[in-house]
């Protein structure tokens, strides 16, 4: 079974500021997916980023961007130029390859301040 | 982009009774979908993987006497709580695979269960 780590339940960072969100996970699969998601107030689950293990290059989106270390089972997130609303709860997850079951972590709640 | 609905957003209940929860693909056909749970605060934990034509697969520790799970379409999976109980309360959400066999799910925007 995988499982995901997320040490960090909540961050708080200043508007147009830089805050890195950490995860970990453990897993003996090589192939799998690694996903960050937002889920706002609203609950809607929202896809932030996602990275394809056999893919040494670090996932970008914009703002957002990852920084994967395959060896050291660690996916961080970062966010830059942080804005009000990017307020919501972030979750990392693991998937192996394809199977389409998401692994979630506990989730780290970002609060961007004005 | 692909969609899925769910519906109804809330529902409130009595205990002992049971509540129907839908979850429909909008635009594509989904042989699979996912069912999750999600209490207040806290993360998303998988139940059951529901299948087209076939029965249900539940997670370890769900019970499946307790949430029915029929996939009657290629566009359509309820999850049924049966005889709910105060503890059922919860945050229901489903997803469905896209099409492109790339790990890419689509989420429902989620049904509040309250079980009073």
């Known amino acids: 079974a995988q499982t995901v780590t997320q040490s960090q339940p909540e961050m708080s960072v200043q508007e147009a500021e830089t805050v890195t969100l950490s995860c970990t996970y453990d897993?003996?699969?090589?192939?799998?997916?690694l996903f960050w998601y937002k889920q706002p107030p609203s609950r809607q689950m929202i896809l932030v980023i996602r990275?394809?293990?056999?893919?040494?290059q670090n996932a970008t989106e914009n703002r957002f961007s990852v920084n994967f270390q395959k060896a050291a089972k660690s996916f961080s997130l970062k966010i830059s130029d942080s804005q009000l609303g990017d307020t919501a709860m972030y979750f990392c997850?693991?998937?192996?390859?394809?199977?389409?079951?998401?692994?979630f972590g506990a989730g780290t709640t970002v609060t961007v301040r004005a | 982009g692909a969609v899925v609905s769910q519906h109804p957003s809330r529902v409130i209940c009595k205990s002992g009774t049971s509540v129907k929860i839908e979850c429909r693909s909008l635009?594509?056909?989904?042989?699979?979908m996912f069912w999750y749970r999600q209490f207040p605060k806290q993360s998303l934990m998988l139940m059951a993987t529901?299948?087209?034509?076939?029965?249900?697969?539940?997670e370890q520790g769900v019970e499946k006497d307790k949430f029915l799970i029929n996939h009657a379409s290629l566009t359509l999976s309820t999850l049924t709580v049966t005889s709910a109980h105060p503890e059922d309360s919860s945050f229901y959400i489903c997803?469905?695979?896209?099409?492109?066999?790339?790990?890419?799910?689509?989420f429902g925007e989620g049904s509040r269960l309250t079980v009073l």
């Open positions: 997803s469905a695979p896209g099409q492109g066999a790339d790990g890419e799910l689509f």
């Open positions: 897993t003996s699969e090589n192939n799998y997916y």
């Open positions: 990275q394809e293990a056999y893919k040494q």
């Open positions: 997850a693991f998937m192996k390859h394809v199977d389409y079951k998401l692994s």
């Open positions: 635009d594509f056909q989904a042989t699979t």
């Open positions: 529901s299948n087209e034509g076939s029965k249900a697969t539940y």
